[in-house]
């Protein structure tokens, strides 16, 4: 027979973690998997700059179809702006 060591709460609370932990994930892996197939259709770029330009633009595009970013989202908005300066819109 097998016993249980935790609580029922305890478990409530580490799955509620593990769902918390694959939602970001599979976001994540989305984003990814939607910049890669960008810059693969892409190709060659002449310079970094021409890649980071690429990457921008596909984050705008991607982020318009969002229904409820990411909570860490606000951060990266505000490195981006920081590195694109007037092209980049934080309150957008």
Sequence with gaps: MIV???S???HKRLRR????SDYTTNS???????LRRSVRIRG???NDEAAM????????EITQKWKMPPREW???????????????????
């Design 28 to 34: 994540i892996e989305s984003l990814n998997a939607k």
């Design 4 to 6: 249980p060591t935790g």
């Design 8 to 10: 029922c709460e305890q």
């Design 53 to 60: 330009k690429l990457i921008w633009l596909q984050l705008r």
């Design 74 to 92: 606000s951060a990266a908005k505000a490195q981006f702006a920081v590195v694109f300066g007037d092209r980049f819109e934080v309150n957008r």
């Design 17 to 20: 973690r593990r769902l918390v």
């Design 44 to 46: 060659h770029f002449p």
